[in-house]
């Protein structure tokens, strides 16, 4: 009985320490993923200037022919944002296997993969892909807008020289469902959606836009921040989707363990309630012996 004893209390302390840890990384979860929540938020709003910029030279200029042709873009960037941290279940996963099932449906001459987290060149390879690039993650909420203006310069340097129709950019990352569940997603950045560059039927205003600077001038950099908005916003809804699947499986993790703490302290209840009664029979017998 002492043996069985010690091993429920060394199994007790270890349960107990496992549940102080979960604790912990669950707290950190709830508080890391606030700032990049407030970071897409505010990226949006952001976003939501520049598509009006983009409306408004559309709609003096009548539409951009050159942006609009029907062009078949001859090389690909994927960009995938994935984790680096752990402990979030088969997020990984996931997404490799939404790069793969992409690559299989839309084939082309030239594909580069830009990844976000060494983890996720780990499940990526595990599909047969190879990245060209690997970055990592960011590791505060400060570091979603470094990320973004790396690979935008990355972007950049990879379109120089061709046509913007010509080069086909797509962001693969995870964001949130409804019920609070997480889903992937495939956003296709260039060629820039057409609906973004037909005029408008109406101007929501008595006041017509109209602009003074360079045209072309006015357009890259309306094309540059669209793209930096959309890789911003798509890394912050990344972190943010990776901290909540933590936080979700820290919860079922706390769970877990205190159902088993109980259990733990149930058996060393009977235990000592045995032990006990054995003592108390020994002192019984030996009275009447």
């Not at 022919?65 to 001859?74: A, G, M």
């Not at 205003?205 to 600077?213: G, I, N, V």
Request: charged share 20%; glycine share 4%; aromatic share 4%.
């Amino acid at each position: 009985m002492a043996q069985t004893l010690e091993h429920l209390t060394r199994k007790n302390a270890t349960l107990t320490s496992i549940r102080s840890i979960v604790h912990t990384m669950k707290t950190l979860s709830a508080i890391n993923a606030a700032p990049y929540e407030q970071a897409a938020h505010s990226i949006e709003e952001y976003h939501k200037t520049l598509l009006q910029g983009l409306a408004a030279f559309v709609y003096r200029s009548g539409g951009i022919s050159l942006l609009t042709e029907s062009v078949q873009p001859h090389t690909r960037l994927l960009v995938v944002f994935g984790s680096d941290h752990g402990l979030c279940g088969n997020y990984n996963e996931l997404l490799a296997n939404t790069v793969t099932d992409y690559t299989h449906h839309h084939p082309i001459a030239k594909q580069h993969i830009l990844c976000i987290g060494s983890r996720m060149a780990n499940s990526l390879l595990e599909q047969d892909l190879t990245p060209d690039v690997i970055l990592m993650p960011p590791a505060s909420a400060d570091g979603v807008g470094r990320l973004a203006g790396d690979i935008v310069m990355r972007i950049e340097q990879l379109g120089r020289g061709q046509s913007l129709a010509e080069l086909a950019v797509t962001l693969v990352f995870t964001e949130r469902a409804e019920h609070g569940y997480q889903e992937t997603a495939t956003r296709a950045l260039l060629p820039l959606d057409k609906a973004l560059l037909q005029p408008a039927q109406r101007w929501e205003s008595r006041s017509l836009p109209d602009y003074t600077m360079n045209a072309d001038a006015l357009l890259s950099s309306l094309i540059r921040n669209h793209v930096f908005a959309s890789v911003f916003r798509a890394s912050a809804e990344a972190m943010v989707t990776e901290n909540a699947t933590r936080l979700a499986l820290m919860q079922q993790a706390e769970q877990s363990v205190d159902e088993q703490l109980d259990a733990v302290k149930q058996d060393m209840s009977n235990v000592r309630q045995d032990e006990i009664t054995n003592e108390l029979m020994d002192i019984v017998i030996g009275h009447l012996v």
